[in-house]
Nanobody, 128 residues
């Protein structure tokens, strides 16, 4: 197992920004891609953004395109999600996920079943 730990959630107002971080508590040599998902109360978990750990490919959900950015930090120790112009509809628990798959097909990065490691989640609340 590669336990993942999210941090950086909190309560913000509409239009403000937050930066979430995801760190692995053990070496990530078995993780080839990582992603952020979110789940709002009463809704299904939805894809937010994904990144191959080589950094060569990334995907962003249409709902956050232009406002959210996914990247690895300078030392490569964390997978970060930078969120700008936050809206009340962004309120959710945000989960970090990692995949050990060596091949991920087109369209599969957005599926939660692609990922075999998950964090506990961090709450993001955006007040209007």
């Amino acid at each position: 197992q590669v336990p993942l730990v999210e941090s950086g959630g909190g309560l913000v107002h509409t239009g403000e920004s937050l930066r979430l971080s995801c760190a692995a508590s053990s070496p990530t040599s078995r993780v080839n891609a990582a992603a952020w998902f979110r789940q709002a109360p009463g809704k299904e978990r939805e894809f937010v953004a994904a990144l191959t750990l080589s950094g060569s490919t990334y995907y962003i959900a249409d709902s956050v395109e232009g406002r959210f950015t996914i990247f690895r930090n300078n030392t490569g120790d964390t997978l970060d999600l930078r969120m700008h112009v936050l809206k009340p509809e962004d309120t959710a628990v945000y989960y970090c996920a990692g995949s050990s798959r060596t091949f991920i097909g087109r369209g599969e990065y957005q599926k939660s079943t692609t990922y075999d490691y998950w964090g506990q989640g961090t709450q993001v609340t955006v007040s209007s």
